[in-house]
């Protein structure tokens, strides 16, 4: 007879999650850390959300300055967002690579 031991909390090991998000460019889910958040608030604003956390719809982009400039030419964020983008916020986004 083989005996088992009884696994308690204490014993077992905690794995912090790690939050995922898609990229709306290469559709990869990628930890958050990895990725750059443009949101549009009820406002109808739309900006770079440096903290992760600002209310409104939030769309993600992998930080590499290819994937950027593809979201540029395909319109990805304006069909994510359903808003028109400025350039600035692209220029923004180049910025913070």
């Known amino acids: 007879m083989t005996t088992m031991k009884k696994i308690t909390m204490s014993t077992m090991i905690k794995?912090?999650?790690i939050p995922l998000r898609k990229c709306v460019v290469t559709q990869?889910?990628?930890p958050k850390k990895e990725l750059l958040r443009v949101v549009k608030n009820k406002e109808g604003?739309?900006?770079v959300d440096e903290s992760g956390r600002a209310n409104g719809r939030g769309a993600y982009l992998?930080?590499?300055?290819a994937v950027?400039?593809?979201a540029k030419r395909k319109n990805a964020l304006a069909k994510a967002l359903e808003i028109a983008i400025p350039e600035s916020?692209?220029?923004?986004?180049?910025?913070?690579?």
């Open 15 to 17: 794995v912090k999650k």
């Open 45 to 47: 604003e739309v900006f």
């Open 68 to 70: 950027i400039e593809l």
């Open 62 to 65: 992998k930080k590499e300055a």
């Open 28 to 30: 990869e889910l990628l």
């Open 89 to 97: 916020i692209y220029e923004e986004l180049l910025k913070k690579i």
